[in-house]
């Protein structure tokens, strides 16, 4: 299983930027794909999740500024970010499991399956 992010980069506050993650190795379909992110000297949270029927899941912080989707034909998920605050700034990690579903506080102890993480720097 390889999860493999790109799109991460710098932007100033209010501007968008748009993640993307390409998964491999197993069929994805029936898993629970998204994203957490991390920033320095800060636990990892979840930010959003999109679960195999598509039901979508966002942390409070970023409710109507960002947008998960995903494409099972293509195996990808996407995360648009709009309206970007320097708080956004973290190393984002691109998730999937086949159980959990979820962006409660801890969450991330339940995602078996991380990208390498993409930064995304908001000044």
């Known amino acids: 299983v390889q999860l493999v992010e790109s799109g991460g980069g710098s932007v100033q506050a209010g501007g968008s930027l748009r993640l993307s993650c390409a998964a491999s190795?197993?069929?994805?379909?029936?898993?629970?794909l998204g994203w957490f992110r991390q920033a320095p000297g800060k636990e990892r949270e979840g930010v959003a999740v999109?679960?195999?029927?598509?039901?979508?899941t966002y942390a409070d912080s970023v409710k109507g500024r960002f947008t998960i989707s995903r494409d099972n034909a293509q195996n990808t998920v996407s995360l648009v970010m709009n309206s970007l605050k320097p708080e956004d700034t973290a190393l984002y990690y691109c998730?999937?499991?086949?159980?959990?579903?979820?962006?409660?506080?801890?969450?991330?102890?339940?995602?078996?399956?991380w990208g390498q993480g993409t930064q995304v720097t908001v000044s």
């Open positions: 190795g197993w069929a994805v379909t029936s898993a629970c």
């Open positions: 998730v999937a499991d086949l159980v959990w579903c979820t962006v409660v506080p801890g969450a991330d102890q339940k995602f078996d399956y």
């Open positions: 999109a679960d195999k029927k598509g039901i979508m």
